[in-house]
Each structure stands twice: as structure tokens, then as C-alpha cells.
């Protein structure tokens, strides 16, 4: 029902996300469209979010960890001569002005080298997870989505450490919506057809397709 297929590949973080997340993304139509995945922009760096920005104030709540006999004080210790996997290179703990974190994993309560951990702003000796909540902002999930209340915290860090960047998925849709109009609009000139629209609560005009 689709055989037109458009297949890129696309890092969150280049879009502006704080998590980085390279993933493939494709979209098919059941037409041939003239579609093109969103541009990547060059983001200043001044106009980055950070991961205070993101957490917010409430982020002081979460289960803190010493550093001194615990599992992060086996990866920071890592220096990544046998495999590449330091802790410094993978940005395995994150302060609140750092603008990058780990891409989120599925089994990031497994605590690994790879994902990235939230190191306390004033005591350096401590650290926690973030939480699933901060997780999802970090993946630009709306804030209107909630998990059930049976799934625990472990399962929905790895629920979203399986997703996608909801900031990815906005810019695809909006390709998608512009190329679907502009094809609308091209077939309606050629059969010489009234362009169907309507008015919006706020008096805004919209194709109808």
C-alpha cells in the first residue's frame, strides 16, 4: 500500500536535543511525493539547552548514591585503553550545565559506562539515575504523556530507552504535512479544483487534506 519509501538517518542531539540519539527513520507514501527529510541545522552552541534547564528545579529528588564503593566508581576508573570505553569519553556522569548527555538505553538501570548519570551539583561525592520522568524530557516526550501506574521505574526507563526523540518525530511531521499540502495544492491547479480550507478557533485558514 506504500511503495514509496524515504530512509535517513538522524541524531536527536543535532536537532537541538540534549540526548544524543542516532536512530533510522523512514517514511513511505502511498503516492509518489516530493519529500524531504527536515535540514539539519548548525546550533550555536549558546542557544544549546542544558541539563539543568531540561530537569528543572525540582531535581534534587532521586535516590543519591555515593560514589566511593559503588558500581560508578568501577566505570569512572576506566580508561578506556583495552576498548575505547572511558568514562570521561562516553560522558558516563553529567552536571547540570553540561549540554549533552548518553544516548538513553534500554537497560540503563544497569548502570554502564555508556549511559550518562547525574552527578550532584554540590557534593561531588554523590550521584543517581535520572529518573524516568527526566528521561523522557530529555527525549522531548509531551508532557501530556503518563506511563500506568503498574509499570515500574526500571520498566519505563526501558521503555523509553527503546523510543525515539519526540523532537525528531515533530520535524518529520511537519515534512510530511508540508509535502502532503504542496501535493494537494499542485493536483488541485491541475484539475483546475477549488482548494478546500478551513477556519480555526483563531481564525486560522488550513488546507484540508
Given amino acids: 500500500m506504500f511503495p514509496y519509501w524515504n530512509v535517513t538517518t538522524i541524531d536527536a542531539y543535532e536537532l537541538g536535543s540534549v540526548s544524543s ?5 523512514a517514511v513511505a507514501f502511498r503516492e509518489e ?28 529528588e532521586g535516590d543519591w ?21 572511558s ?10 550545565e553540561d549540554k549533552k548527555i548518553s544516548c538513553i538505553i534500554a ?13 550532584h551539583p554540590e557534593n561531588p561525592d ?40 519526540g523532537n525528531v518525530v515533530r520535524a518529520i511531521g511537519i515534512e510530511v504535512a508540508y509535502s502532503l499540502m504542496k501535493q494537494r495544492v499542485q493536483q488541485s491547479v491541475e484539475r483546475q479544483m477549488t482548494i478546500p480550507l478551513e477556519q480555526n478557533q483563531n481564525n486560522q485558514l488550513a488546507f484540508i487534506i
Fill in 87 to 96: 568514562a570521561h569519553k562516553n560522558r558516563t556522569l553529567v552536571g547540570l
Fill in 21 to 25: 540519539r542516532k536512530r533510522g527513520y
Fill in 126 to 165: 554523590l550521584w543517581r539515575l535520572f529518573r524516568s520522568d527526566e528521561l523522557a524530557r530529555f527525549l522531548d516526550v509531551p508532557d501530556s504523556f503518563s506511563f500506568p501506574e503498574f509499570i515500574s521505574e526500571n520498566q519505563r526507563a526501558a521503555l523509553l530507552g527503546q523510543s525515539v526523540s
Fill in 33 to 60: 511525493t516530493d519529500f524531504q527529510f527536515p535540514t539539519i541545522p548548525k546550533l550555536p552552541e549558546h542557544k544549546r539547552l542544558t541539563v539543568g534547564q531540561v530537569l528543572g528545579k525540582d531535581w534534587e
Fill in 65 to 85: 548514591r555515593t560514589i566511593k564503593g559503588s558500581t560508578m566508581e568501577h566505570l569512572l576508573s576506566k580508561d578506556g585503553k583495552k576498548n575505547n570505553f
Fill in 107 to 119: 537497560n540503563y538501570a544497569k548502570i554502564n559506562v555508556t549511559s550518562s548519570y547525574f552527578k
